[in-house]
C-alpha cells in the first residue's frame, strides 16, 4: 500500500526512469511508503558514511589547504544541482539523477586522481582499482548500515548510472550491471546526463579555484574561447566589475552556455531518435551530449585546465606526495596486515590485498596523511 496520493513521476517523459518500473534491488524490499524508490536510494546515500567522508576528500586541492575549495562533498551537491536542472527541463527523473549525482564519487580514493592512479599501480596484480567501480562497491558492498544486507541494496538504475565506465573483464563479472559495457549499449538518459553535469561542474569549478589559489590567472585563460568570450561579454556590460566578480559572473555565464546548449543538443538527438521507453534509450546512440561546436570549446577548456592546472609544479608537488603516501601505506599494510584494524585485517586475511585497497580507499585526505605519519614518522611512537 502506499501513501502517496499521486503519482510523483506522472509528468516524465515516456523514456524517463520510472521508480514504478524499476528493474529492481539485489535483495527484495517492499517499495517505501511515502517516497518514490529513487528518492529511498537518494536518502540512503546521504545517510552513507562514504558520503560524510566526501567532506573531506580533495578533486585537486588537498584537503586542508584553503576552506574555500572544492571538496568531492561540494562538487557532488554541484553535480546534483546541474543534473536536476537538466533533467527537469528534459522531463527526465530528477530523483534518479540526485541519488547517482551524490553517488558518483563515492569509491575516490583521498587525494583525487593521484590516489586513485597510486593505489591502481598497487593493485595491477590483484586486479587494479577504478573509482568508478569502487563507487558500485561503496554502495553494493561495503556500506554496514542494515540488518538484512551488505550496502545499500539500491535500485538497478541507480547502480547503472553510478558505473560509468568499467573494463570487459569487470564488466562479466559483474552480471546485468556490466552487460551494457559487453553490449555496447547506452544507460538510462538520466545517467547520461549526470556524466556530463559532472564534467560541467568540476571544468567551471576548477577554473574558479585555479584562479582562487593564484595557480592560474585570469590572463592565461584568454587563450579559452569559452572563458574569453563571457569575459569579455561581462566586462562590456558591467565595465566597473570587480575582479572575483567578474570570475563569478563569467563562470556563471559558462554554465549556463554549457546547460543550454546541452539541453537543446540533446532535445534535438531525442526528438530524432524517438525512443518510446528507457529500453529504447539503451538501444539507441548516446542521446545526451553537447553539439559539437560546444563539445570542440569545452575540450579546449579542459586541455587548458590539464596543463596550467592539474600539471602545475605545485600541483605536482602534492600529488607525487599524495602518491607516496598511498604506495607506502599500500606496502605497509601488506607486509603487516596486523596494522590494519581489526575487521579489516580478518578481511585481507580471508580475501587479500582487495581489503586493503578497500581501506585506503575509504580514508580522507588527513586520516590518509595521519595514518601514514603513525606508521613512519620515526621518533613518534
Ligand atoms: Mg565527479
Redesign the pocket.
Known sequence: MTHLTADPEAGLAAYAARSSQTLGRAQHEDPPHSRTQFQRDRDRIIHSTAFRRLEYKTQVFVNHEGDLFRTRLT??LE?AQIARSVARTLHLNEDLVEAVSLA??LGHTPFGHAGQDALNACMQPFGGFEHNLQSLRVVDLLEERYGSFDGLNLCFETREGILKHCSAENARRLGPIGERFLLRRQASLEAQITNVA?EI??NNHDIDDGLRSGLIDAAQLEEVPLYARHRAAVLERMPHIAARRAIHETVRRIIDTLVSDLVAESQRRIAAAAPASIEDVRAAQLLVAFSAPIRAEADVLKTFLHRNLYRHPEVLRMTTKAARIVRELFAAFQDEPRLLPAEHCARAQSEGPRAIADYIAGMTDRFAIREHRRLFAVGEF
Open positions: 562538487h557532488s553535480v558518483h564519487d559532472d561542474a568540476y
